[in-house]
């Protein structure tokens, strides 16, 4: 009885250090992974099937290889075209109807596509989508909050066609635009803010500094000391574009106050840009205001009911507009130095001083 309970140990036992003495591969023979059939072992003797882990599902193959030529497929079709290079479109009215539909699409790949369709009308049907301005501009800006970078970048060159297209046509729908666009100017990804930097480019260079200007000024007073920059240099590339009837006419002590506060700013393109302007305001009054100079009568010694608006100097003029600590940075960015001892200056000024 005894041989008889031993004789099945040993062969089990002579199993076992035969199986430890396999080769690896030779053991997973039996059962080999696969990614695409469920693995197959024998259990009693019987073939069964064992599914795979859950956590194997992510890794089949034919998920992966369905997914992929869909993503590369929508690159390629992603092309971040010049404007010089845009083709006119095949039919403008049959892309007119669909162009507002393709703009809210949720489909991204759609909206860029419809985002440089809306650039071709603008280049080369500008008439025929004058009147779905207020339809495209609130979906272009939509595209610019766009978590995709190139549904971004795309939104701010179409931006950038818009301006050059439409000029003053969008300066009612031009405040969320601007917001955006300076928004996207001052963000980490470099490629989206070189494309917003270019479409704030094309604003100053095609909308009126008359109309801009007023949309500009709030936006140096924002929270986001990135957004006052940018906003300050398309302030100093606005203003020279009046000209001087335009800056007499908008109110040479308004573009003094507004680039005066710049000079303290956070930031030093901020602070760059005020002095541009300043320089540029210094220049334009001192033109509109030529000082004689006389040597028995100088425009300081008169009594203040004698001056007249010729006699009132640059450094006058900034102490009557500007608070004691404004006016001397202003006049040591422009080069004269302030007195602190003719501080009574501010308030005798202020009723002589003219007004452009």
């Not at 990135?226 to 606005?238: D, E, Q």
Request: overall charge negative; aromatic content about 4%.
């Amino acid at each position: 009885m005894v041989t008889l309970f031993l004789a099945p140990s040993r062969m089990a036992s002579n199993t076992l250090k035969d199986l430890n003495t396999l080769p690896v591969t030779e053991k997973m023979s039996e059962c080999k992974p696969s990614l695409t059939k469920p693995c197959v072992g024998k259990i009693n003797g019987k073939s069964e099937d064992r599914p795979l882990p859950s956590s194997a599902v992510t890794l089949d193959p034919s998920v992966v290889e369905t997914e992929k030529p869909e993503a590369e497929k929508a690159a390629v079709e992603v092309e971040y075209i010049e404007s010089e290079n845009l083709d006119d479109v095949e039919d403008a009215d049959a892309v007119l109807k669909t162009v507002v539909a393709g703009l809210d699409s949720k489909d991204w790949v759609s909206v860029c596509d419809a985002l440089n369709n809306v650039r071709r009308l603008s280049i080369f049907h500008k008439e025929a989508m004058l009147h779905m301005l207020e339809k495209v501009i609130p979906l272009v800006v939509k595209s610019l909050k766009n978590p995709r970078s190139a549904v971004c970048k795309t939104a701010c060159m179409t931006s950038a066609d818009i301006f050059s297209a439409y000029n003053n046509d969008i300066t009612d729908l031009l405040d969320s635009l601007l917001t955006q666009l300076l928004l996207k100017s001052s963000q980490d990804k470099r490629f989206v803010c070189e494309a917003a930097e270019k479409a704030l480019t094309s604003m100053t260079k095609y909308v009126s500094p008359t109309l801009l200007l007023p949309k500009l000024q709030p936006c140096l007073k924002n929270r986001n000391p990135r957004i006052r920059a940018k906003a300050s240099l398309c302030f100093s590339r606005s203003v020279p574009r009046l000209g001087v009837e335009g800056i007499k006419e908008y109110g040479i002590d308004k573009l003094v106050q507004a680039a005066a506060s710049q000079l303290t700013d956070q930031l030093p393109e901020s602070r760059e840009a005020a002095r541009t302007v300043l320089l540029e305001l210094q220049s334009v009054y001192e033109k509109a205001h030529p000082i004689v100079k006389d040597e028995t009568s100088s425009p300081s010694s008169l009594p203040e009911e004698e001056q007249t608006p010729e006699a009132v100097t640059w450094e006058m003029f900034c102490q009557s507009k500007l608070s004691a600590l404004s006016a001397q940075a202003v006049l040591r960015v422009t080069n004269i130095v302030a007195v602190p001892a003719r501080e009574g200056l501010v308030t005798a000024g202020s009723s002589s001083s003219s007004q452009l």
